[in-house]
T-cell receptor, first 110, second 119 residues
Framework: SQQGEEDPQALSIQEGENATMNCSYKTSINNLQWYRQNSGRGLVHLILIRSNEREKHSGRLRVTLDTSKKSSSLLITASRAADTASYFCATDGYDYKLSFGAGTTVTVRA | GAGVSQSPSNKVTEKGKDVELRCDPISGHTALYWYRQSLGQGLEFLIYFQGNSAPDKSGLPSDRFSAERTGGSVSTLTIQRTQQEDSAVYLC?????????????????FGNGTRLTVT
């Protein structure tokens, strides 16, 4: 079963704008990861945030985690056409099986 | 360096036929996963291999599905008597070690998947 649920399902923005997507989950986690998937390709790991962390940055990416609300957000700043992809959150519930949500499809318009 | 390699990239088969999907993980990665991704859906866990331990097959949807990993490296996912609902993208991923349990977490490295179409 899917643990993470991304919101929104789809997002269309203009190049240069910021994109924000959210992930909610149900059970306690060890860490939460975000992945990107370009069309027809596998998933690429973007960032991992541990349950004792609240915010993490990597380049133009900013991830927050609120364990009290069981939610996380991914912010992509100054979006580019190359950011067009599907983004998935994956939760690690103290075992080795990552549970993935259905993803947010982001389209960046030139 | 070489990433996770999956073959074939596309497979079209007739209902009732058997198919074999292959995964070459990154050298030295002890953990190997198979996931299934249906159109517009998230990833569904199928099976997990870690070193020489018995695999976790809890995600396999039916006894028509099986997988093996030879020599701790290459893995093959076999689907017998394919059905139309088996149509999906089958993704393989590897990591240097289990992603959890130790607090030292390893992201998964995914292949590009095999798109299976059962007609």
């Amino acid at each position: 079963s899917q643990q993470g649920e991304e919101d929104p399902q789809a997002l269309s923005i203009q190049e240069g704008e910021n994109a924000t997507m959210n992930c909610s989950y149900k059970t306690s986690i060890n860490n939460l990861q975000w992945y990107r998937q370009n069309s027809g390709r596998g998933l690429v790991h973007l960032i991992l945030i541990r349950s004792n962390e609240r915010e993490k940055h990597s380049g133009r990416l900013r991830v927050t985690l609120d364990t009290s609300k069981k939610s996380s957000s991914l912010l992509i700043t100054a979006s580019r056409a190359a950011d067009t992809a599907s983004y998935f959150c994956a939760t690690d519930g103290y075992d080795y099986k990552l549970s993935f949500g259905a993803g947010t499809t982001v389209t960046v318009r030139a | 360096g070489a990433g996770v390699s999956q073959s074939p990239s596309n497979k079209v088969t007739e209902k009732g036929k058997d198919v074999e999907l292959r995964c070459d993980p990154i050298s030295g990665h002890t953990a190997l996963y198979w996931y299934r991704q249906s159109l517009g859906q998230g990833l569904e866990f199928l099976i997990y291999f870690q070193g020489n331990s018995a695999p976790d097959k809890s995600g396999l949807p039916s006894d028509r599905f099986s997988a093996e990993r030879t020599g701790g490296s290459v893995s093959t996912l076999t689907i017998q008597r394919t059905q139309q609902e088996d149509s999906a993208v089958y993704l393989c991923a590897s990591s240097p070690r289990p992603t959890s349990g130790t607090g030292d977490n390893s992201p998964l490295h995914f292949g590009n998947g095999t798109r299976l179409t059962v007609t």
